[in-house]
């Protein structure tokens, strides 16, 4: 493989400091070199290096998705995304793993799939250049309680393979079920802690027994697994703490107590809260029969609010600390809705010579949806970003890996649009600098009623 | 869509006329205008391709493929890989023989129920790239028949490659359940192979009522039967039911020579003979050595082939290339290389030999009116290869010497030259 240089590029370098223009040297899989330029200084030649001139683009790390569902396929329901034949549904996690790196993830953390091994194989095809797609984490179904999240099961169709989670009754049954996930070789567990308003168990209610979950942890850890928690509910959330559960996904309720617990143990854990299907169930889901209304009676919008208050709380943790962090990452999870949308955006964009679609770090706030809707209408963050200086919430993105599903993209320079990216290197560049919309004044955010 | 005109080059039509210079315009999925100009005018937005003497011929037809035979060396090799990775292999394969130069394909059975409908899918809808595709069932035997690989202690039928069946009701339903998957075709196993103990080539295990259910069920719904018959005796239970795709057909004697000829305007045979050829030659590595292969009988298959398909061919029954690529010894996409074995052993010309793989592979591909030849009106399968097949039929097994590949009026495979001519980004 060809080295490449990437010159005349604004370089951030996702650790928080300010972006410089410079040039970026990769070899083979490695960034060997980072050079701040000098004005009118032209950068040193490199031998056989193909040149990038990114005429003043962003270059900045490829971003982590914290929470991916490959193999959620766009369907409103759990039940008809497990309705999915098996062959069908690999080719589409295979198609949006592809969609997941062309959008700049070179990263994703599976967060559960929807068939016991759908996640293994395609990482494992992703690894061996089957396919294209990010650097994966593979994770097991989500594994849940007869009548909990995840147990699509009828009462005339008790079989399991109706069931969109692993259906465990009792300790012995965890530990046989987590076993059979460690023999598919997934690289984590998820455990359903809490409910999910939508499914008709609301978020704040719990599932399983201190010593499930005790043995769920027990046995992935023997097998050198790490566990990640659907834990919208206070519960869960200290549950996923006391138990060792590193992986927090939502986190939506949480009391001082949570809080406190999360902030002894920061460095353990990584918190993911998924607002997009919070704001999107909440906001944009009229066309699927969930209304405001509909949605405010499931409690959606309580729980969009107490989440924005417990993220808040969580980073003002982390201002407050001296040293290390309580890591914040965000999701993407059902994303599925806008996916179409914004991939038709992104051709558009990419017709009109790549213009930045960066919105999501600095854009102006619209919850009623009307103005600048294609793009930042959607954005999963920008409830967390408010009171967030750019460089800094940029820096979580590239650092900590959170994610910007579809509401954005780091296009390429018209001149590069086509080619594909070095991954190895895990770069991407845009045409503008997303941190200079800081100069755009902020709108007052205004939260939804 | 831009139209494209090929210019400069040699059409090989397909059809079984000489080549000649000239010049081809696409528009949309058909091709437009064919004409011995070589500076014909190219209208406006079209993207012009100066193939420099190259030749441009049909897209070729494999007529007898196996996309989900994942280059192992035994049927429970192909079996035991699992769904999802069969899945994957099967999308993957399916853009190799596309790139190869084969627009069109047509299954010869898959390993698992839903493998070749689900790929066939996947490319008609645009997911991922491949020929033409009409998909097959598994194979359909019988308890103990090629393509049962259930142990005696493990008689489940997950373990099975073909689907086994007893009696017509059985094969009824066997049928009815693949027509509900959505197959283009039913693949029957009616003979045996040399590879199976007790169910060696000779061999001829259905009964008519069995084979006559099927047959029943398939024609019902419109759909079409390929049968797997290496004996005489499995042959003619073939003709005698009607049956159309006759795959290898190596044992045959007058009586059965004359019956398929008294059928040639509807019958196909598609041999398959790599396989043959590398049982006996080319698999000493997977531990088939020439005497181990002689041993089993192939050498006396290989004679009796040759000397069963060079008389077809006179006969001007329709023998096509193509099949049982994919096991270890027959790594897919050198398919190709039948229209050699066509030349050198079984008395085709070189242009017999392409005309069996295009103009004859459309109308096994059920599109004989418009697929298949370089002809004004019909879809655009093409392929632009550096250099004259007729002279050398093994360029069209190198990837290197197959420019371009259009189907259906898109690029497959484009021609390099437009990326040369980028902007290059010298250091």
Not at chain 2, 400 to 406: E, G, P, Q, T
Request: charged share 20%.
């Amino acid at each position: 493989m060809a080295d490449t240089l990437f010159t005349n590029v604004r370089v951030f370098d996702g650790g928080g400091e300010a972006p410089f223009t410079g040039d970026v040297l990769v070899q083979g899989n490695k960034i060997s070199r980072v050079v701040k330029a000098g004005f009118g200084q032209s950068s040193a030649p490199v031998l056989g290096a193909r040149i990038i001139d990114g005429a003043g683009a962003f270059l900045m790390p490829g971003m982590i998705e914290a929470h991916t569902h490959f193999s959620w396929n766009d369907q409103p329901t759990l039940d008809a995304i497990q309705r999915m034949p098996p062959e069908e549904h690999i080719l589409w996690c295979s198609e949006v793993a592809k969609k997941y790196l062309d959008m700049g993830w070179t990263s994703c953390v599976g967060a559960a799939a929807a068939k016991p091994r759908l996640d293994v194989v395609i990482r494992n095809a992703i690894n061996d250049g089957t396919i294209v797609g990010p650097r994966y984490l593979a994770a097991s179904q989500e594994i849940t309680v007869p009548g909990g999240l995840g147990d699509t099961t009828a009462p005339h169709l008790p079989q399991h393979e109706f069931a969109f989670g692993a259906i465990v009754s009792g300790a012995e049954e965890m530990r046989r079920c987590v076993r059979m996930f460690a023999k598919y070789g997934v690289d984590s567990i998820k455990i359903n802690l809490s409910g999910e308003s939508i499914t008709g168990m609301p978020s704040e209610m719990s599932q399983f027994t201190s010593e499930e979950v005790r043995v769920c942890v027990e046995e992935s850890k023997a097998w050198g697994k790490r566990v990640s928690a659907h834990a919208r509910s206070s519960w869960a959330v200290k549950e996923c703490i006391k138990q060792g559960i590193e992986v927090i996904y939502h986190a939506s309720f949480t009391d001082a107590e949570a809080l406190d617990m999360l902030e002894a143990n920061k460095l353990k854990h990584h918190v993911a809260p998924g607002l997009a299907w919070l704001i999107n169930t909440c906001h944009h889901a009229s066309q699927w029969g969930l209304t405001p209304e509909v949605t405010r009676k499931m409690g959606y919008h309580r729980e969009l609010e107490a989440a924005i208050e417990s993220m808040k709380a969580m980073r003002r943790r982390h201002s407050n600390l001296a040293r290390g962090r309580l890591r914040l990452c965000m999701d993407a999870a059902w994303h599925q809705r806008e996916r179409p949308g914004v991939l038709r955006q992104v051709r558009r964009y990419e017709q009109h010579g790549g213009i930045v679609v960066s919105h999501c770090l600095g854009r102006a706030d619209d919850d009623d949806g009307q103005a600048d809707r294609l793009h930042s209408r959607r954005l999963p963050c920008r409830h967390l970003a408010r009171g967030w200086r750019p460089a800094r919430r940029h820096h979580r993105i590239a650092r900590q890996g959170p994610h910007l599903v579809g509401d954005e993209r780091w296009c390429l320079p018209p001149r590069a649009a086509g080619r594909r990216w070095p991954t190895g290197a895990q770069r991407c560049t845009t045409q503008c600098d997303p941190l200079e919309l800081r100069s755009t004044p902020w709108p007052q955010p205004s939260l939804p009623t | 869509m831009a139209p494209t005109l090929f210019t400069n080059v040699n059409i090989l039509e397909g059809t079984g006329v000489l080549p000649y210079r000239g010049s081809v315009l696409v528009e949309g999925n058909r091709i437009r205008q064919v004409g011995r100009s070589t500076s014909a005018i190219t209208p406006a937005g079209a993207t012009l391709i100066d193939g420099a003497g190259a030749t441009l011929m049909p897209g070729m037809v494999e007529a007898h493929t196996h996309f989900s035979w994942n280059d192992a060396a035994t049927l429970s090799g192909i079996q035991t890989m699992p769904l999802e990775e069969h899945v994957l292999w099967c999308a993957k394969v399916a853009k190799r023989y596309l790139h190869a130069g084969f627009t069109s394909c047509l299954g010869a059975a898959c390993a698992k129920p839903r493998l070749d409908v689900v790929i066939r899918n996947a490319i008609n809808n645009g997911q991922i790239p491949g020929p033409r595709y009409l998909a097959a069932s598994q194979e359909i035997t019988v308890p103990g028949g090629l393509g049962d690989e259930t142990l005696p202690h493990l008689p489940f039928p997950e373990f099975s490659f073909g689907v086994n069946v007893n009696g017509a009701e059985d094969m009824r339903k066997s049928v009815r359940m693949f027509l509900k998957y959505g197959v283009d075709s039913i693949k029957i196993n009616l003979s045996g192979d040399n590879f199976v103990p007790g169910a060696d080539s000779h061999t001829a295990w259905m009964t008519d009522a069995e084979v006559a259910a099927a047959v029943e069920e398939v024609k019902m719904r419109g759909k079409r039967i390929i049968v797997h018959a290496r004996s005489k005796a499995s042959i003619q239970q073939a003709l005698r039911h009607g049956i159309e795709l006759i795959y290898h057909a190596s044992f045959t004697d007058t009586e059965t020579l004359d019956m398929m000829e008294a059928a040639k305007e509807r019958i196909f045979v598609v041999p398959g003979i790599a396989i043959l050829y590398a049982l006996l030659n080319e698999s000493e590595q997977w531990g088939v050595t020439r005497e181990i292969a002689t041993g089993w009988g192939y050498q006396l298959e290989w004679d009796a082939a040759l000397d069963s398909l060079s008389k077809m061919h006179k006969r001007g029954i329709r023998v096509l290339p193509g099949g049982d690529y994919g096991f270890a010894f027959t790594p897919h996409c050198q398919n190709a290389r039948d229209l050699e074995f066509f030349v050198k052993y079984l008395g085709f010309t070189p242009m017999e030999a392409i005309r069996s793989t295009t103009l004859y592979g459309g109308q096994i591909m059920l599109r004989g009116h418009e697929l298949g030849a370089i002809k004004e009106g019909w879809l655009a399968d093409l392929l632009l290869v550096d250099g004259d097949p007729l002279a050398n039929l093994s360029i069209l097994r190198d990837p290197k010497r197959i420019l371009a590949v259009m189907k259906d009026g898109v690029f497959a495979k484009a021609p390099t030259i437009a990326s040369q001519r980028a902007w290059g980004q010298a250091a």
